[in-house]
């Protein structure tokens, strides 16, 4: 049987056409027949009949009973252990289970396992891994491409139908580049919008959840579920959440719409800058009004990022010591020793590389230079967006500058690898939402992605519109 | 050139990261040619500008500061390499 979406898998269970180990045993022979693809670190199938029994006893009007979802292996979970993709974490057994998986516990959802990321969270194309790469579900046979990265296996298994929504962290570019690499819907919410506690911290001022899901109606079930206060994550924030699902309305009579000329940068494709000429032509179809606006900071976005993200994550890994919990190295000579080979051991490259650039521009001398002087351009990045929201409803522009690019593309150069967040880290550092959908194709076939952004806590807007894109694709 | 060999051996050390001789001359490299990218920053102006530590738009709610008893010291230790007696063990440091 073929499950296109969440609202019809439920209907199904609604009408009693399947029941939920039904649902369970379909998604277990799909996740065997998908092995190659290396999209889950931890997957389970006794873990996942376990679920089945306690699932079938809540009510029926949980919103996501029976709804097969995959959880990115930086959420603590209770009854999977978490690696973050790390050696350093490779046998940790959360003794709690983060906020976000819980509500999604808490509404019914299956589990059916812990996806690959970049180790930590950190890259683009969730090959530095210490699990090694997850490959592209649209790969074609002779020459495989990257899911995009970091949450590539939660993009790639939504892709590969091995679940029907999955969570991702989104610091930089996390959800919204594999969302486009891979071709399915991807929403990083408002800084702030889902408690990020129990997730494995990575940069904490830009790191915030969000989903993956197969269309637009599914990530606003799914955001719903997820978003909500947490006393345990003193930057979570008391707002109402609105029935995203509920209030989604296509209609786009009136809205402003912002294009940034910024945004058109050397090296992008000819056929991503089609795809975005083509979505504001249906957004003007719909009734938008366009405006051509500037946000003339963005191209100081992306040295601001690889300041402020390595910096927060040298402070952030530093509990990884192999006192508390994770690996320790074998037979030290000392307290230091231990500390060094345990870490020098435990980390993989990519994550020494940024924990040693944080530690730098943070030591004394430079912090002033480094540090301190990309929170001030952050700020000003940061008013960019407010003054173009005070007369713009959103904004339109594509998500990567590129389709999905061979797996082992871009690995020796860290600066090309980083590149590919710059259309996405903008919105993180003004901790605006964001949303990425697939919108064409190139000549090989392969998915672009166009993201829309919208002002703090205005999701509502970006769903709305994006419910209206997706459309055209239909 | 912003750093050399012996930078990158100090700053390793304050993040408690061994090196291996040829690890380092690798992110010599690398964090040299990042440094170098992250320059373009000093061509703004940043005068009179507040540096933006925390991007919430809303005020932070706050809590109440109670104690809680929110673990055992036996879930806290249960992930731990090494423990002794309900405590972490760690190398000997006074001999």
Same mark, same amino acid.
């Given at each position: 049987m073929d499950f296109k979406s969440i609202s019809q898998l439920k209907s199904l269970l609604d009408e009693n056409k399947i029941s939920i180990k039904e649902i369970a045993e379909t998604y277990i022979k799909r996740i065997k027949e998908k092995k190659e693809l290396n999209i889950f670190i931890y997957f389970n199938e006794d873990k996942i009949y376990e679920q089945v029994k306690e699932i079938e006893k =809540?009510?029926?009007? @949980?919103? =996501? @009973?029976g709804i097969p979802i995959s959880v990115k292996d930086l959420f603590c979970t209770s009854n999977m252990p978490t690696t973050a993709a790390s050696k350093i974490l490779e046998n940790f057994k959360p003794t709690y289970e983060s906020f976000v998986t819980q509500k999604l516990i808490d509404q019914g959802s299956m589990f059916i396992g812990k996806t690959n990321l970049d180790e930590f969270a950190m890259g683009s194309a969730t090959n530095t891994s210490y699990f090694g790469n997850t490959i592209n579900p649209l790969s074609k046979n002779d020459n495989p491409l990257a899911p995009g990265g970091s949450s590539g296996g939660s993009a790639a298994a939504v892709a590969a139908d091995l679940c029907l929504g999955a969570t991702g962290t989104d610091t930089g570019g996390s959800i919204r580049q594999p969302a486009s690499f891979c071709g399915v819907v991807g929403i990083k919410p408002t800084y702030g919008l889902c408690s990020r506690w129990g997730i494995a911290a990575f940069a904490s001022s830009l790191d915030q959840a969000g989903v993956f899901s197969k269309n637009v109606t599914d990530a606003s079930i799914l955001l719903e579920e997820i978003a909500g206060h947490d006393q345990r994550d003193s930057t979570s924030s008391n707002v109402q959440i609105p029935s995203f699902s509920k209030n989604l309305n296509p209609s786009l009579e009136g809205k402003i719409v912002g294009i940034p000329k910024e945004y058109t940068v050397d090296g992008t494709s000819d056929e991503i800058n089609g795809v975005w000429e083509e979505a504001i032509k249906s957004l003007e179809k719909k009734g938008a009004k366009i405006k051509y606006i500037s946000l003339p900071h963005t191209k100081y976005a992306l040295p601001t990022y690889y300041i402020i993200a390595p910096a927060e994550a040298s402070s952030n890994l530093a509990r990884y010591d192999g006192v508390k919990y994770g690996y320790r190295a074998k037979n030290p000579k000392s307290l230091d020793d231990m500390y060094e080979i345990t870490r020098s051991e435990g980390f993989g490259k990519e994550v020494k590389r940024r924990i040693l650039i944080g530690t730098y521009v943070l030591s004394a001398g430079y912090y002033d230079a480094y540090y301190l002087k990309a929170q001030k351009v952050r700020k000003l990045i940061a008013n960019d967006f407010v003054q173009v929201f005070s007369d713009c409803d959103l904004i339109l522009t594509p998500t990567a500058p590129s389709a999905a690019f061979p797996l082992n593309e871009k690995q020796n150069d860290p600066i090309k690898m980083y590149l590919n967040d710059i259309f996405t880290v903008p919105a993180s550092l003004a901790g605006i939402p964001g949303i990425s959908i697939p919108y064409g194709h190139d000549k090989q076939g392969l998915p672009l992605g166009i993201q829309l952004l919208g002002k703090h806590y205005n999701e509502q807007e970006i769903l709305n519109a994006a419910f209206a894109l997706e459309k055209d694709y239909e | 050139m912003k750093l050399d060999i012996n930078t990158i051996n100090k700053i390793a050390k304050l993040a408690r990261i061994r090196l291996s001789e040829e690890e380092a001359k690798d992110l010599l490299k690398d964090m040299n040619s990042i440094l170098d990218w992250v &320059?373009?920053? $000093? &061509?703004? $102006?940043?005068?009179s500008v507040e540096p933006l530590a925390n991007i919430s738009s809303s005020i932070l709610p706050q809590r109440k500061d109670e104690a809680k008893d929110i673990n055992s010291a036996d879930e806290i230790l249960k992930n731990s390499p090494d423990k002794l007696e309900g405590y972490f063990a760690v190398p000997k440091v006074v001999e």
């Open positions: =809540l009510p029926n009007d @949980k919103t =996501l @009973k | &320059e373009q920053l $000093n &061509e703004v $102006n940043t005068d």
